[in-house]
């Protein structure tokens, strides 16, 4: 029978990546900075996994990310495949990843390209319709987010609003 360790596997850091070995600081920075913006919560794992993303280059295998991470990693110990898939997965349902699926069924996996059109975002005023565009970036943050959470993109958005009550006093 296998024995298995009681307690897991503390998750690597990246300053355990060999030096020389990991990605552009700013190809990963952009890839963090669109987790955040789609609501995945950026650990040390998923830092790692970014950089043994871009490492092994577009079109990989799970477990040649795998392979590339445990190459990376000063100790040799890569995170678990479970784990990796596991991630690959959000990321691919988040849009941060694209992944292809061979004739031979084999998924391989590649950085999704930058959504370049922006979120348009109308408020439609509910009395009169008037329409009133929406340029805060926050908005379309959270918007991206709470789609992201149930597997969705936004890709425009109409608030309906009313005017609020304090306008209404000043106008009397």
């Not at 794992?45 to 990376?72: F, N, S």
């Not at 008037?130 to 970036?137: E, F, L, M, V």
Request: glycine content about 8%; charged content about 25%.
């Amino acid at each position: 029978m296998l024995a298995f360790s009681e307690y897991r596997r503390s998750s690597p850091s990246l300053s355990e990546i060999r030096p020389g070995m990991g990605a552009s600081r700013s190809a990963v920075r952009r890839l963090e900075d669109c987790c955040e913006e789609v609501g995945i919560k950026m650990t040390d794992l998923r830092r790692i996994l970014l950089h043994g993303i871009l490492e092994a280059g577009p079109r990989a295998t799970a477990v040649e990310i795998w392979k590339t991470l445990g190459k990376m990693m000063e100790d040799g110990h890569a995170p678990s495949q479970g784990s990796i898939q596991r991630n690959l997965n959000l990321f691919v349902e988040r849009g941060i990843l694209r992944r292809d699926v061979t004739p031979d069924r084999q998924w391989l996996y590649s950085v999704a390209p930058e959504r370049k059109a922006a979120l348009a975002i109308t408020f439609v005023e509910a009395g009169t319709g008037r329409k009133i565009a929406c340029n805060a970036p926050e908005v379309a943050t959270v918007l991206r987010r709470v789609a992201a959470e149930h597997g969705l993109a936004v890709q425009a958005a109409a608030i309906t609003v009313t005017p609020s009550a304090g306008h209404d006093l000043e106008a009397r």
